[in-house]
């Protein structure tokens, strides 16, 4: 086992998928000579030439669609975004051309491609620079959508993710680039479409992904403090959503909390709520409660985004209200 | 040149060399596409076809010329307007018409219609409806064929309206700056839907956006069929043995509407007739009666033929079943890999270096 950050988990599988197939190539602003805005392509160039680590100008519709092109003609991009903030200029490739293509030529072109990079909020960087697309992007069909947390995810996942057959989004988080954890030293995938139990527990199911991931394991610290057993289940796949583990853990505990860096209205927590009362409401012993972004847009202020963001303390009060426990 | 050369005289005698039995091919392929688009607008009066239906008729040539200076490998990628091309490429007749029709048997198994034909095994590697969002991924198929080094080159078509959009700029910009391996076509039939080039563009030559790009550019009003070959096939030439990338501005007119719901009201009556005067594929009738003895009734018995061709089409859409219900999932997501080769074992390593201008930072 190595101790690694995301960011050194992610280029190790971008090198070792790069070098298993000469058709993988990586795509984007500053992933070549500038060794990556956030330095998960670091020696990538000087490994494998400008033509597999291809730096772009800034246009991502442009290099998106190119993406796009490219793997309808049999390569297997990886398309960096530096961050999802700027893939809306590039939606109408996201959406119209890479979800739909396969379905809409009745299955004459595949689509091999990912498109990664960070996702959510960050640190002080205002509203255009602080957007969470997990909903946006799982809304249309055709997209896989994968949500990292912790570096063995991150590998195993992004390895799944430019071996599959089909599009994927693929989120990672400006502010975990640096979180460390265990990367077994030899290979390993982790399917696309499973959920994990980071935490086991009994008497609430708290779901999240991503950003939230670490939100969710402090409120269960919280919550223990409280006599309150959380178990925490990282989806790290929002399409195809791993519902069963999320079922299996409510019909245990009955009482359930979804904690997403993300907006309230629309959001991906709220298809998880919508899931569990469609599929399982009978198990439920409380309403499905939600800590998310406030329904604002991200100031810039650090007193006003810590407001805003989802808090442990609040994820606490959530918890413990699904408890019927005395906050 | 300009629209108003539209014009002038026929061309006679013709700049480009060609033979009868030349001649009698390509004005037959010509006569395909439009019997088969006019067969096409009358099933959807009769409410047989629906959604948008955008024909192609007074620009045939360029669809038929591209099909003759392609090689096996090469692709077009167009727009929504895109029967001409899949007839010209060799599409089946009846899978197209039965794509209008929305049946089982159609192009994309009725899941695209007429904005959205893809028959791979011919070259056509697609018709995209949204305005210039195919543009990047031409730039994408032809960055492949560099990657591969297969020797392919990408044709993409676009109709002048597309040229204000970022996307069109965008997927410029890196065919350029990577020397890619594609032939830009805009198609200037002079009006994006209702509006008249003169009220987007604040020139009236497109093709002086090419050198920004490093493209060669080339312009041509479309009156005949060997002109626009001979054209497109010096362009094909530069991308495929230079990795040059081109754009051609081909100026053509559409005798219909943008589609069926449109009476074209912005055009007089005067502009089309003078268009319709100069039609490619009137001209070449007329050549063929004219200068190679090719009687009326030998006309009449080919475009009876054609005819008979595009009726069986319509008859076989007319009569295929509709998809099956359970059709509407199928292809969302690849779930048999080993049924498309192109995902299976690729072990070549001599993946060529990219084409990147070199910069030195020590100037």
Redesign the interface.
Known sequence: MAILQIREALRAALDEEMARDPRVFLMGEEVGHYDGAYKVSQGLLAKYGEMRVVDTPICEAGFAGVGIGAAMAGLRPVVEFMTFNFSLVAFDQLINNAAKLHHLSNGQFTLPIVFRGPNGAAHMLSSTHSQAFDALLSHPPGFKVVSIATPYDAKGLLKSAIRDPNPVVFFESEVMYGVKGEVPDEEYLIPIGQADVKRPGSDVTVITWGQGLPVALRAAELCAEDGIDCEVVDVRTLRPLDEKTIFDSVRKTHRAVVVAHEWPTCGFSGHIATRIQEEILDELDAPVLRETYEDVNMPYAENLEKLVIPSAERAREAILRVAYHRI | MTASDASTSHGHPPKIPRTKDELLRLYRQMLRIRRFEELAARAYTQGKISGFLHLYIGQEAIAVATKEVMEPGD?VVTTYRDHGFALALGSDPKACMAELFGKKTG???G??GSM?F???KVGL??G?A?VG????????????????GDGAVTFCFMGEGALPI??TH??F??AG?WKLPVVFVIENNQYAMGTPLARTSPVDDLTVRGPVYRFVTDRLVVRDVFEVREHLARAARRAREQSQPCLLELVTYRFRGHSMSDPAKYRTKEEVERWKAQDPVHRHERELMEDFGVTEEALEALDDEVVAEMQAAVDFADASPLPDPEERF?????ED?S??P??GP?D??D????T?RSFDPKG
């Open positions: 692709r192009l994309v198994g899941k695209g959205h893809f028959d791979r590697w697609g995209y949204i969002g195919h543009v990047p991924v031409a730039a994408g198929h032809a960055f492949a064929s560099k990657y591969l970022g996307a965008e997927g910009l890196l700056l199928q292809h969302m997501y690849v890999p049924a498309h192109e995902l690729f070549r390593t993946i060529p270096a990219l990147v």
